[in-house]
């Protein structure tokens, strides 16, 4: 069976459009952005079993970091974009205390995209 990232990934033409400000992003586009965030997870240990938590605007940018912690085999799970500072810091305190989870501590950039 495949897994998600590879059905999306295998695309062509647009994948996403954002409605507000008409941006789109195709999904060879979305391959590549996917594939330099799990290359740069893979450089920060981050891996099969491990838990993305994404604080950002759900715009086109959010899915290649997405699929980038899928591709490495990890769940993805989305923090409010208006959350407060606290809240994202109380988030990050959740995910480091359960086992199960990854959390750097870290914010990971990725062409202008946390």
């Known amino acids: 069976m495949s897994s998600l990232p590879d059905l999306v990934l295998a695309r062509s033409g ?3 459009i954002h409605g507000p400000s008409g941006r789109s ?3 060879d586009e979305l391959a590549s952005r996917a ?3 799990a290359a740069k997870l893979a450089s ?3 891996g099969p079993g491990d ?3 994404i604080h950002a605007p759900n715009v086109p940018p959010w899915a290649g970091i997405a699929l980038g912690a899928m591709l490495r085999g990890g769940t993805v799970t989305g923090m409010h974009a208006a959350a407060t500072p606290r809240e994202v810091a109380d988030m990050a305190a959740f995910l480091a205390s359960d086992r199960s989870a990854y959390t750097s501590g870290a914010t990971v950039t990725i062409d202008g995209a946390h």
């Open 51 to 53: 838990v993305l938590a």
């Open 25 to 27: 992003l195709s999904y």
């Open 35 to 37: 594939e330099r965030v």
């Open 44 to 46: 920060r240990g981050f």
């Open 14 to 16: 647009t994948a996403l």
